[in-house]
């Protein structure tokens, strides 16, 4: 910095120095002829001010280039360093969000599909970070086979990206064995009593897909409820709504009934998805239509309605519709 004033300096005294030339253009130059004791012109008088002042332009822009020049790569270098990378990284990150989740072969779901929706809704401001629960071997027709790594390799990936971006929002997807909602429902913990703004908690609690195929044993399933009380909205489909109740919702009212009862399982929202309910005559509806129901601490009952077209007032959620 103290070299570019410098420069700037010398430039303004260089421009002074032109300005402030005597102007000769318009006189004579005299000398005397010291035998004749008489006044003669000079025959090969001095250049022409005109012409001084053309070198010296020259010179000043010549200067001009070479600072231009200096500040660029002065500029570009700063911008290099490590303080600055340091300081891009704190003060200019885009929000984190992690995806807890299994891998889908198939890129259709997993953290291949949260990574994608994470970019895309955010239209890229938002990074998106993964931590791998358990492997599968699947397709668009079904899943083969899963595979769940060791519970200590899915708490390293969580302590590594956590010691370097801590996340403003968490997505938790499929778990698949007891120990590992265990392990994350610790991990939640020691995240939400360390933070000084709670990140957003959002459990998918991925037991059924929508093949039908189950994903998650029995014994992991009570883990997973203990999650909801961490979970800012918790987003079970059709399936796994019936699984955690244990009966089959048919109709709208089963629906609405269901979600109050999954809502005292802890969790502050609950968002039922899927168009697979059938209306009160027991017939498959023309839309599909998810159902959102939050706890009496997140809003009071009762939300405005501004698009009768898809959404609509239920006792006291909100349903949320689509043509199919």
């Known amino acids: 910095m103290r070299e570019k004033v410098e420069l700037v300096s010398y430039l303004s005294k260089l421009l002074k120095f032109i300005l402030c030339q005597k102007d000769f253009v318009d006189e004579d130059i005299i000398t005397v002829d010291r035998t004749s004791n008489t006044q003669v012109f000079a025959k090969n008088p001095p250049p022409k001010p005109s012409t001084l002042n053309s070198r010296l332009f020259v010179m000043l822009l010549v200067t001009l280039l070479f600072l231009l020049s200096y500040l660029t790569v002065s500029s570009a270098f700063t911008s290099l360093s490590p303080t600055n990378r340091l300081k891009s990284h704190v003060y200019m990150s885009p929000p984190i969000i992690y995806t807890i989740a299994g891998s889908d072969s198939g ?36 899943v083969a086979s899963v595979h769940a790594p060791p519970t200590g390799f899915l708490r390293e990936q969580l302590d590594a990206i956590g010691g370097d971006m801590r996340p403003n929002a968490v997505k938790i997807g499929m778990l698949g064995s007891k120990e590992i909602a ?55 489909n059709k399936f796994e709504a019936e699984e955690l109740l244990g009966r089959k919702l048919i109709t709208t009212r089963d629906v609405e009934e269901g979600a109050r009862e999954i809502l005292e399982m802890g969790c502050k929202a609950v968002l039922i998805k899927g168009g697979h309910a059938l209306d009160e005559k027991g017939e498959e ?40």
């Open 285 to 324: 509806m023309g839309y599909a239509q998810d159902y959102l129901l939050t706890n009496e601490q997140v809003s009071s009952v009762g939300k405005p309605v501004m698009d009768r077209g898809r959404i609509c007032d239920g006792e006291r959620g909100v349903w949320l519709r689509s043509d199919r």
């Open 107 to 142: 890129g259709g779901a997993g953290i291949q599909a949260d990574l994608k929706t994470i970019h895309s809704l955010s239209e890229g401001q938002c990074h998106g970070c993964s931590a791998i629960t358990c492997l599968t071997a699947q397709n668009s027709v079904g």
């Open 182 to 236: 265990e392990e994350v429902g610790s991990w939640l913990q020691e995240l939400l009593s360390s933070s000084e703004e709670e990140p957003l908690v959002v459990v998918d609690p991925v037991m059924i897909s929508t093949s039908g195929h189950k994903l998650i044993n029995d014994s992991a399933k009570e883990a997973l409820i203990n999650l909801f009380s961490y979970a800012t909205l918790v987003t079970p």
